[in-house]
């Protein structure tokens, strides 16, 4: 157990005066089961523990066992694999799952961010793997790796999970192996944060300092509540100024919407769809190949990439090479330089908030819930699944039912 006393403390950044009771509770568990703690810890006997100690302990003193013990099952595994060397190379075997992986993702049509994010987490956990090839591995190997982000890497509960859907999706879909049951993994502390939020004064500074399309790009995450993705991936169809709906296409969970097209950006959307015709006529003079179009519909329609109502509403000036076709054609504004000019922005109006372009997101929830609008109502402006995810809004906004006041203003 002292090995374990110094993992805890060097890799798990444990308080010192918790490392006792860490433990303790692996020791009671290998008492309770009967077994010698040269043996591996079965992980139904630490359920029958938990479930004893349910009885007897308070809910926190359950909880801080059952982590001690995922921690204890994870440092056995390292510890066995450490001693076996990492003697074998299975770099040209991986390369081919790698290429199994990317023609799979994009015959079920996964977007290009999905593509790549999910192809590091595999690379990854193929570096993390490297002692076995893609054959060898099983449920234990991708719940280690983990537990390894979780332990040593210490990363959070929703990158721990984004990891966990892209190794299933290889586990099930490119290797076909049975992950089994992942209850021992270590699980990543989900932490409950707030969203940083603007006020009006501050969202008008910001917005102040822009230009041009990035000013226009700026109202419409604002007053529409759009992703950045969502604002970028934007066609000349979505806009009904007429219905004053603005419509976002294959979303977050590949989910269709509709939101508000705010009345302030109407005359400046005009100007700007004069401008970008201009655009869109050079490009059908010069011939260049139409835009990308989602899905399958340009091997249906081959020509509907060059009709107007396709062309981006926020296109590129510049023309780029597609990542996957490699067709030279015109692109939406890249999210990099919206990012860039919002941090300028809000550092030119002395805000001293971490603001991001999602910030403006946030604000928008805000504000509507602070005017008193239905939960419901903003939960599908903004798309979300569930309106638990909605509710988080109702913690920041500044105005509350009970008008409480701090007894320092009394």
């Known amino acids: 157990m002292e090995e374990f006393s110094d993992y805890l403390t060097a890799k798990c950044k444990i308080n010192p005066k918790q490392i006792p009771f860490y433990v303790k509770w692996v020791n009671d568990c290998y008492g309770f089961s009967n077994c010698s703690e040269e043996r591996q810890l079965v992980w139904e006997n630490v359920q029958k523990y938990l479930y004893y100690l349910e009885k007897k302990r308070e809910p926190w003193q359950v909880k801080q066992a059952e982590y001690a013990l995922r921690l204890y099952k994870y440092f056995q595994t390292k510890t066995n694999e450490d001693s076996e060397g990492k003697n074998i190379n299975n770099k040209i075997a991986w390369e081919k799952v790698f290429k199994q992986t990317r023609n799979l993702l994009r015959l079920q049509q996964k977007s290009f961010s999905t593509e790549k994010t999910y192809m590091q987490w595999i690379k990854r956990f193929a570096l993390f793997s490297s002692v076995k090839s893609p054959e060898e591995v099983d449920g234990e190997a991708l719940k280690n790796f983990l537990s390894f982000l979780a332990v040593e890497r210490r990363v959070g509960a929703a990158t721990q999970n984004q990891a966990f859907n892209a190794l299933l999706f290889l586990f099930r879909k490119v290797l076909c192996v049975d992950i089994g049951d992942i209850a021992e993994t270590v699980r990543a502390r989900k932490k409950r944060r707030l969203p940083v939020v603007l006020t009006r004064r501050e969202v008008n500074l910001v917005i102040a300092e822009l230009q041009g399309v990035t000013r226009l790009m700026a109202e419409l995450i604002y007053g529409s509540g759009l992703r950045l993705m969502e604002c970028l991936r934007l066609r000349i169809q979505d806009i009904d100024q007429e219905r004053g709906v603005l419509v976002v296409r294959s979303g977050k969970g590949d989910k269709d919407r509709q939101t508000l097209l705010p009345e302030k950006v109407k005359d400046g959307l005009i100007a700007h769809l004069e401008y970008i015709n201009k655009i869109y006529e050079e490009d059908r003079t010069n011939d260049l190949p139409g835009v990308a179009l ?88 903004l798309g979300h699944s569930s309106v638990q995810t909605t509710m988080i809004y109702t913690h920041v906004a500044q105005k509350n039912k009970l008008g409480v006041k701090s007894p320092l203003d009394g």
């Open 294 to 381: 989602p899905g399958a519909l340009d091997r249906k329609y081959p020509n509907a990439g060059k009709e107007w109502r396709w062309f981006w509403l926020f296109p590129s000036k510049d023309l780029s090479k597609d990542p996957r076709s490699a067709v030279i054609r015109r692109h939406h504004i890249y999210p990099r330089s919206l990012q860039k000019q919002i941090g300028r922005a809000v550092n030119n109006a002395g805000i001293v908030k971490r603001v991001t372009v999602h910030t403006l997101r946030h604000s928008f929830a805000t504000h509507l819930v602070e005017n008193g609008y239905d939960i419901r109502t903003v939960q599908e402006l």
